[in-house]
């Protein structure tokens, strides 16, 4: 089982549809909690960036986290075109004396215009 | 907004050869990163470097992958001789002092080996 697991998707949707997108783990170890956005043959970009339990609000954008149950999502409100890419989920921990970072498989998703 | 620069973006080259990639953290990033990451998965980390010192190298294929960063600001990641399964993007990020700062990703160089 791996550490952080993602649904590889696609996931295709209409403009203007309310995007859910997710992401488990097993460690709770896991302190920091990340989304990238990785358009094709680019590198990923940070979305959001989060600590504790609870919600995250940037512009469209809302990052979610519940330690509890071990899940995080982001969801993007007002889809547009310009939002398909691959959406990494990435977690951090304290490891050998650095912070170390897990990704996700990441979720492909598709804004129809 | 500052980038991490990387090149080149694309490399094709036959097995057995050497090839060399290059990574200019953001300015004043004291911690720089060399992942791994193959079509469909996710960034998986290499080697990570604070200044010019080696942090975690745990996973860097040690007989053929070797990584520098002489003056603590560029760094270079070399693999010879290179294998077919060494086909993937590399990529490299830094992040700034301080507890857990985020990491900020260039474009990475794109590895085909024939």
């Known amino acids: 089982q791996k550490e952080v697991e993602q649904d590889p998707g696609p996931l295709s949707v209409p403009e203007g549809a309310i995007v859910s997108l997710n992401c488990t783990y097993s460690?709770?170890?896991?302190?920091?909690f990340m989304w990238y956005r990785q358009y094709s043959r680019k590198g990923p970009e940070l979305l959001m960036y989060?600590?504790?339990?609870g919600n995250k609000e940037d512009g469209r954008f809302t990052a979610q986290v519940d330690k509890s149950s071990k899940y995080i999502s982001l969801f993007i409100r007002d889809s547009q075109p310009s939002d398909s890419a691959t959406y990494l989920c990435?977690?951090?921990?304290?490891?050998?004396?650095?912070?170390?970072?897990?990704f996700g498989s990441g979720t492909r998703l598709l804004v129809r215009p | 907004e500052a980038e991490v620069a990387q090149s080149p973006r694309y490399k094709i080259t036959e097995k057995s050869q050497a090839v060399a990639f290059w990574c200019d953290p953001i300015?004043?990033?004291?911690?720089l990163y060399w992942y791994r990451q193959i079509l469909g998965q996710g960034p998986e980390l290499l080697v990570q470097?604070?200044?010019?010192?080696?942090?975690?190298d745990s996973q860097l294929p040690k007989d053929r992958f070797s990584a520098e960063r002489l003056k603590g600001v560029d760094s270079t990641l070399k693999i010879q001789p290179a294998e077919l399964g060494d086909s993937a993007m590399y990529l490299c990020?830094?992040?700034?002092?301080?507890?857990?700062?985020?990491?900020?990703f260039g474009d990475g160089t794109r590895l085909s080996i024939l």
């Open positions: 990020a830094s992040s700034g002092d301080g507890s857990n700062q985020p990491q900020h």
């Open positions: 460690n709770s170890a896991f302190q920091y």
């Open positions: 989060t600590y504790s339990s």
């Open positions: 990435a977690m951090s921990l304290f490891m050998d004396s650095s912070y170390k970072l897990i």
């Open positions: 300015s004043g990033h004291a911690t």
């Open positions: 470097f604070q200044d010019e010192s080696v942090v975690d």
